[in-house]
């Protein structure tokens, strides 16, 4: 037997077996590899999915409460995540049956309709600790939409909200003007809201715009959507 022959044709074998090895794992290898810009896209897409799945378990459901009135009824969707203090402030009154035989007192039918104050005969309703003004929230006084009133200070909303029935952007916040907190729209029965906001008013007990005839608020109830 020719040693040099055999020799050969060994290193060539073994020399054939390492390259076939060694070009399998490069391929095994290249075929689990990405580049540093797809890592990068995919780490960055891993975290936008995660991002936006957290807004998602952060966002609260609206939330949706009647009107019921002796014009009929009025629906609101209410915004939690725009306005989470008066949100809670207002359905803590719901809650407490605060708003059940109150009524519209004030009525200007080319700006908006107010209540949840006072009752038919003019007796103020006792309220709880004014709450903190929420008016840099994005939500502005857009038809249809419903704010808290309050006096001249501007953490001083209780339990009175109105309805807008114009568009009232003078009171939107802005550099110098603490503006009204809107927390909501009528989502249905804006055809009441214009009803209520052309009734006849006149002064009473002190109170300038109050309606003629009481515009009642029998109750207002949460509603499941």
Not at 21 to 30: K, Q, R, S, V, Y
Not at 100 to 115: A, E, P
Request: aromatic share 10%; with cysteine.
């Amino acid at each position: 037997m020719n040693w040099q022959i055999l020799q050969t044709n060994t290193y060539k074998t073994m020399k054939t077996i390492y390259l076939t090895g060694f070009i399998a794992f490069i391929l095994m290898a290249c075929g689990n590899t990405q580049t540093p810009t797809e890592v990068y896209h995919s780490r960055n897409e891993t975290k936008e999915e995660t991002q936006t799945n957290q807004i998602k378990e952060e966002l609260k459901p609206m939330e949706y409460v009647v009107i019921e009135t002796n014009k009929g009824d009025i629906t609101l969707e209410l915004d939690p995540n725009k306005a989470p203090v008066t949100v809670a402030n207002f359905l803590s009154y719901v809650d407490a049956g605060h708003y059940d035989n109150t009524v519209f007192h004030r009525v200007i039918s080319n700006f908006m309709i107010q209540g949840g104050g006072f009752t038919a005969d003019g007796t103020q309703k006792p309220t709880q600790s004014p709450i903190e003004l929420e008016s840099q929230n994005g939500l502005s006084n857009d038809v249809g939409t419903i704010a808290m009133a309050r006096t001249n200070a501007p953490n001083s909303a209780t339990a009175q909200f109105f309805i807008n029935v114009a568009q009232n952007d003078f009171l939107n916040y802005k550099p110098g003007n603490p503006g009204y907190a809107v927390f909501g729209k009528v989502s249905s029965g804006m055809d009441v809201v214009n009803e209520i906001r052309q009734v006849e008013t006149r002064s009473y007990m002190g109170q300038q715009d109050w309606p003629v005839e009481a515009v009642t608020i029998k109750t207002i109830r949460k509603e499941e959507k």
